[in-house]
């Protein structure tokens, strides 16, 4: 398969990018940075990108900021961060690749697991997840040709973890979140959620 993968340089990214590679499909890298590159806030950027790249069999979006602070502090920068970046960048680069996706191809977008699990200081995070699956769920009825779209849930990412001071020790490496997307790609999920498997909080951690 040929896929995209937005957000290449990213920790998420970078393991999904390897862990696709090692099975065989053709990765595009692709970020602020890359060559071609994408702005995903910027519409025309995201159109200049997908008339470089042509059809793709899948299109995968690990990116995007979301203010992780107090309600009382939150302030309206930070609130069109949120919605700009995380939530309208990934809408995007579905709406915008509609006619590059090629059919039976999948849209593999991500949220967080802050959307069934929020701690203090994540409305606007939370937000953006359920957006992000919502939008998903209904997305999916509108695709034709057997196209579908995913949203991944991945937890705190050890690597992340670590490099903010916190224990690392409950949650997994990007490698293993990898194996979502991954799963995301090959199988056949439409308009659903994804999670990492033992850290699906539907279901507790396993």
Same mark, same amino acid.
Do not use: C
């Given at each position: ?54 059809e793709v069999d ?44 090629? *059919?039976?191809? &999948?849209?593999?977008? !991500?949220?967080?697991?802050l959307a069934y +699990? @929020? $701690? %203090? ?33 991945? *937890?705190?990412? &050890?690597?992340?973890? !670590? ?5 690392? +020790? @409950? $949650? %997994? ?34």
């Open positions: 398969m040929k896929i995209v993968v937005i957000g290449a340089t990213g920790t998420i990214g970078k393991a999904v990018v390897q862990l696709l590679k090692e099975k065989g499909h053709e990765v595009i890298g692709a970020s602020r940075s890359s060559e071609p590159s994408v702005d995903f806030t910027d519409s025309s950027s995201i159109d200049r990108f997908y008339e470089t790249i042509g899948a299109i995968v979006t690990a990116a995007g900021d979301a203010a992780f602070v107090a309600l009382e502090k939150l302030d309206d920068a930070q609130i069109q961060l949120s919605l700009n970046s995380k939530l309208m960048g990934q809408i995007n680069m579905v709406r915008n690749g509609l006619s590059k996706l090629r *059919p039976d191809g &999948a849209f593999v977008i !991500t949220g967080g697991v +699990t @929020p $701690w %203090p200081q994540t409305s606007m995070i939370t937000m953006v997840n359920l957006g992000l699956e919502g939008f998903a769920k209904a997305a999916a009825l509108d695709l034709t040709e057997g196209r579908r779209i995913v949203v991944v849930h991945p *937890p705190w990412v &050890a690597e992340t973890a !670590t490099a903010l001071g916190m224990d690392a +020790t @409950p $949650w %997994p490496s990007a490698a293993k979140v990898a194996e979502a997307y991954l799963a995301a790609v090959e199988g056949d999920k439409n308009g659903v959620p994804v999670f990492v498997e033992g850290y699906d909080p539907t279901q507790g951690v396993q």
